[in-house]
């Protein structure tokens, strides 16, 4: 086990749960369009680790380096929510404009990404090849998921990081108050994370040979898991 001071960011999909509750045709084609937006996210954060994938959500840490640039660090999350957001965004039009009808495809439209962002140290595991993060920090920034936060899609980042990068954060700031059970009272920082698109250009549409190319994919590699061959995250997680 080693010890260090990391960047701790989970991208969490809103809406999952009445996404993932449909009958079995249409839960297969959730599973395989769920998991084809988690990897487009996290290949546009490629300076993180990925942790874990925790069903609907992505946790991915990176190490916090002594002496660093505390708004630079700010900077990056956002830059890396930013990225992620997008490639979240072009993957979910891509699914709703396949040309199944089902809920499964169709109802990827409502769905959201939001993230929650926190700093501090952790210990970290390897189980089988498999890196794990503990401490409390880690605690701290999944209990951030629970908010009041008002708005889908944001960026909430923790006291710690708020007061050490602050500089970096735009104009539009908001401030909350949480009860973290087992940490206490705390306050956290968000911002709408469509405005941190800035100036970039509108996505662009599915092209047909794309529509027709995504339906044969949902529908082949949800296969397995509308023979009952694989299990969904869902189902895996409650078992």
Known sequence: MESGRAVLLIADIGGYTDYMSSHRFSLAHAEVNTARMLDKMI??????DLIEIEGDAAF???QAADGHDSDAAVTEILRTAAAMHRAFHLERQNVAANLCPCAGCKEAAELKL??????GDVATQTIRERIKLVGIDVI???RMLKNPV????????SDELHRSG????????????QDLEG??????????????????????????????????????LGM??????????????AS
Not at 166 to 177: C, D, F, K, R, T
Not at 231 to 236: D, L, N, P, V
């Open 43 to 48: 290949d546009a954060a490629p300076d993180y």
């Open 60 to 62: 991915l840490s990176r």
């Open 114 to 119: 939001k993230f929650v962002a926190h700093v």
């Open 140 to 142: 701290h920034v999944h």
């Open 150 to 157: 008002s708005i889908p899609e944001y960026v909430l980042l």
């Open 166 to 177: 602050a500089g970096a954060l735009p104009a539009e700031v908001h401030e909350i108050s």
């Open 183 to 220: 940490i206490g009272t705390v306050r956290a920082y968000f911002v709408d994370v469509g405005d941190l698109d800035g100036d970039l250009p509108p996505l662009p549409g599915p092209s047909v040979r794309g529509r027709l190319g995504r339906t044969f994919a949902a529908a082949g």
């Open 224 to 237: 397995p898991y509308l023979l009952g061959l694989r299990r969904s995250r869902r189902e895996a997680a």
